[in-house]
């Protein structure tokens, strides 16, 4: 940084810059980069008079939970939430703003919501309201157009005596409909099942669409493929009754679908997908529940239905397999059928319980398939998530998870001499205080000893987390609308 006259700011002045732009406050708990550049109005006098008049600085706006170390009323909450959106929507001129808020007191967002946000709706470019229960958004009566409105994206908690997801909830809302600009939608946990799609909402236009309640086959195909033809990233959670018949002997297709992320609950039928017509697909997840056993059994001997999506899936990039649990004999040679289809694969993400994931680990450092061909040669990016169920400690993890295989693929999938593209490889304890540190140490002891070599340290770093959020970093769709990438580490 540069004074106007060329030379340099003394370092007693750029530490109270620095200083000015560190948040004091506790109610905005996460620090976005917006407000730094705001924070600066606080050093003097002309750069505050740049930072008000500048309608750029005050296009996005985060609202979270206070520090965990203070107390701060509902009350208080709201009075600093509600004055904080409305200085920001007079600043940010016709623009438009993009709000987050991310409060995970339903009675904090409700208040917010009422007080400034519904009254407002025109003004905003980006919506993403989490932990907003039902009724506020249920309450909203508004006809008035919305033409900034880009990503609208809503979860909450349902009422209690709500059984499905009602139809209702956005009916009021008849503004939507009229939002040219909307392109990204996201409902979540309102309720137990969503029985029709809201019809206020514009499908047809959209091209990231987000539905993480229940969903059934018939709202599946005969609303959501139906109405979504422009859609390119979908994330869809979808139960099939056992014994149901699928609707129609007709694929439905999703001409622009680039991104799949599909979770079955209840159970599911590999004729589901004979249905799906994917041709542009390139990032495919599978999520499977503890219902679902019969889709793995369909996926492991050849059949017109398996082989229709392998051959749908046989080019894509992007791989994610969230399943429980993984049966040694079944599961695991339907998976490896999955990944010798998928040969081109970039990244993969595998969470699943297991006995012995060592199979999986020679199959990957071999890095050759049952038919001698180089096995994912491409492959750049490797996060396993270990499930608790599979770690209880680190004797019973290495007899699952062999530190001396482990090592070999490590040497074999990251050397410079290795057959294959340089992998970033990731492995991640699920909420599992007593492995990781432990775990590590074994390994890096195996490496040296049987490699020769020291161990990488850039592989696996040392730290807790949760297995499900590191995976939703990875998940091929978010608000933003773009691929994450995880950091699942050790």
């Not at 514009?202 to 609303?223: C, D, K, M, R, Y």
């Not at 599909?262 to 219902?291: C, E």
């Not at 169920?389 to 482990?406: I, K, T, Y």
Request: proline fraction near 8%; charge should be neutral.
């Amino acid at each position: 940084m540069a004074a106007p006259n060329g030379s340099s700011l003394p370092e007693d002045i750029l530490n109270e810059i620095f200083q000015a732009v560190t948040p004091s406050d506790t109610i905005s708990a996460r620090l976005v980069g917006h407000l730094a550049l705001l924070r600066l109005a606080h050093v003097c006098r002309p750069w505050r008079t740049v930072a008000q008049n500048n309608p750029k600085l005050w296009r996005k706006l985060y609202l979270g939970d206070p520090h965990p170390d203070y107390e701060v009323s509902v009350s208080k909450q709201v009075r600093v939430a509600t004055a904080r959106v409305q200085h920001w929507l007079d600043r940010c001129g016709s623009q438009g703003l993009s709000l987050a808020l991310r409060t995970s007191s339903a009675e904090v967002a409700t208040k917010v919501f009422d007080d400034i946000v519904a009254d407002n709706l025109p003004r905003f470019r980006s919506l993403d309201i989490a932990g907003l229960p039902i009724m506020p958004v249920q309450a909203v009566r508004s006809h008035t157009p919305l033409p900034l409105l880009e990503s609208l994206a809503i979860s909450g908690k349902p009422p209690s005596w709500s059984p499905a997801y009602p139809s209702y909830v956005y009916e009021g809302w008849k503004g939507l409909a009229a939002s040219p600009a909307l392109r990204k939608v996201h409902l979540g946990s309102f309720g137990r099942a969503m029985f029709t799609l809201p019809s206020t909402i514009p499908w047809g236009q959209l091209t990231h669409v987000s539905l993480t309640q229940i969903i059934n086959a018939e709202v599946f195909f005969f609303q959501l493929a139906d109405a979504c033809k422009q859609v390119q990233n979908l994330t869809v959670r979808v139960a099939l009754i056992p014994g149901h018949i699928l609707p129609s002997a007709t694929p439905f297709t999703f001409p622009n679908l680039q991104q799949l992320d599909i979770s079955f609950a209840l159970a599911t039928d590999i004729a589901f997908f004979d249905l799906l017509d994917m041709p542009s697909i390139q990032s495919f997840a599978l999520r499977t529940g503890n219902q679902v056993y019969q889709l793995w059994g369909c996926l492991r001997e050849s059949s017109p239905s398996r082989d229709r999506l392998f051959a749908q899936l046989r080019n894509i990039s992007t791989l994610i397999i969230e399943s429980y649990p993984w049966q040694d004999g079944t599961t695991h040679t339907a998976f490896m059928q999955l990944l010798y289809n998928c040969n081109k694969i970039d990244t993969f993400a595998l969470s699943c319980p297991s006995d012995n994931y060592n199979p999986l680990i020679r199959e990957l450092t071999a890095c050759r398939s049952i038919s001698d061909d180089p096995f994912l040669p491409n492959l750049r990016s490797f996060t396993l998530c270990l499930r608790r169920e599979g770690c209880v400690d680190v004797g019973g993890l290495a007899r699952r998870l062999s530190p001396l295989d482990l090592a070999r693929m490590v040497h074999a999938r990251t050397s410079s001499s290795a057959p294959t593209a340089p992998c970033k490889i990731q492995v991640h304890f699920d909420d599992n205080p007593y492995a990781p540190g432990s775990f590590q140490k074994l390994l890096e002891e195996t490496y040296v000893e049987f490699i020769g070599a020291p161990f990488p340290q850039f592989v696996l770093k040392e730290g807790g987390g949760h297995c499900h959020d590191e995976l939703e970093n990875l998940h091929l769709w978010t608000v933003s609308g773009h691929l994450g990438g995880g950091n699942l580490h050790i």
